[in-house]
């Protein structure tokens, strides 16, 4: 029996991460968002969706699976681990052929170039990014990665685990689905029952909390559109086995349906 596919992640780096729902690149990517108490503005060399994510997810999973060689780059501490990329690739369920493996360098490339600024509401300001440095062979069958280590140990200790295999299997029309289950994933809350804790999908969550969480904010979707595709998200969720939730309109809010069979999930 093969190892499930797990990983972890937390739910205000899923909210911070510029990672938005499309096919399409553009050059000099820039948004600013407000989570909380902080201000954060992220720019990057180009446009990330969520195949980048996935790799940013799977990256996270070696660490957890190998662990990490400590060192130092300018001053700065780093996580170091090297990703055998056909590995990687068979597990996301890809060919290993020569463009394949371009593709997912490319994509630690644009993880690399992400920068990202912090402010509080006192103003003091936290400059940091993710990947500090890459080193790659010339067939690409290794790609050695020191990333920030204060990130990598803050989402490996923090983090809620992930199921990678069902995110693995969502379509390129699915970008909302990847998003969304990542996030509730991500916010599962502890139960207890007889002692014994589970981890359960939440019972409710509001819709301006979807919005952000499925970079909706970033469009100009009219609300009733935004609506509805957060409908159409939810239910290919519950095709996947996602307990599914239905809108509350007295409250803006979406709402499990099966919340009354106490079911844990």
């Given at each position: 029996?093969?190892?499930?596919?797990?990983?972890?992640?937390?739910?205000?780096?899923?909210?911070?991460?510029?990672?938005?729902?499309?096919?399409?690149?553009?050059?000099?990517?820039?948004?600013?968002?407000?989570?909380?108490?902080?201000?954060?503005?992220?720019?990057?060399?180009?446009?990330?969706?969520?195949?980048?994510?996935?790799?940013?997810?799977?990256?996270?999973?070696?660490?957890?699976?190998?662990?990490?060689?400590?060192?130092?780059?300018?001053?700065?501490?780093?996580?170091?681990?090297?990703?055998?990329?056909?590995?990687?690739?068979?597990?996301?369920?890809?060919?290993?052929?020569?463009?394949?493996?371009?593709?997912?360098?490319?994509?630690?490339?644009r993880l690399k170039t992400i920068d990202l600024v912090f402010t509080n509401k006192q103003g003091a300001k936290n400059y940091t990014t993710y990947i500090y440095e890459i080193e790659v062979d010339k067939d690409i069958t290794e790609i050695k990665i020191a990333a920030n280590k204060r990130f990598i140990d803050f989402v490996t200790t923090k983090g809620i685990l992930v199921n990678l295999e069902r995110i693995i299997k969502y379509t390129d029309k699915e970008q909302y689905a990847i998003l969304l289950d990542l996030y509730l994933q991500g916010t599962k809350r502890k139960k207890e029952i007889k002692s014994r804790q589970f981890l359960q999908y939440r019972e409710k969550y509001y819709t301006q909390e979807i919005v952000k969480a499925l970079k909706l904010d970033l469009t100009n979707m009219p609300a009733f559109k935004i609506r509805q595709v957060i409908k159409n998200t939810f239910k290919i969720l519950n095709e996947k086995g996602i307990p599914l939730y239905t809108y509350n309109k007295i409250e803006d809010a979406w709402e499990r349906t099966d919340i009354n069979k106490h079911k844990i999930k």
């Open positions: 029996m093969s190892a499930i596919l797990e990983t972890k992640m937390d739910h205000n780096t899923l909210h911070f991460l510029p990672f938005l729902p499309t096919r399409k690149r553009e050059k000099g990517f820039y948004v600013k968002r407000e989570w909380g108490n902080l201000e954060l503005e992220i720019t990057a060399r180009e446009t990330l969706n969520t195949y980048d994510l996935v790799t940013l997810l799977f990256t996270v999973k070696e660490y957890l699976k190998t662990g990490y060689k400590a060192g130092e780059i300018n001053g700065k501490e780093i996580a170091g681990i090297t990703i055998n990329v056909k590995k990687l690739l068979k597990e996301r369920g890809l060919l290993t052929k020569k463009a394949n493996r371009l593709t997912l360098l490319n994509s630690f490339l």
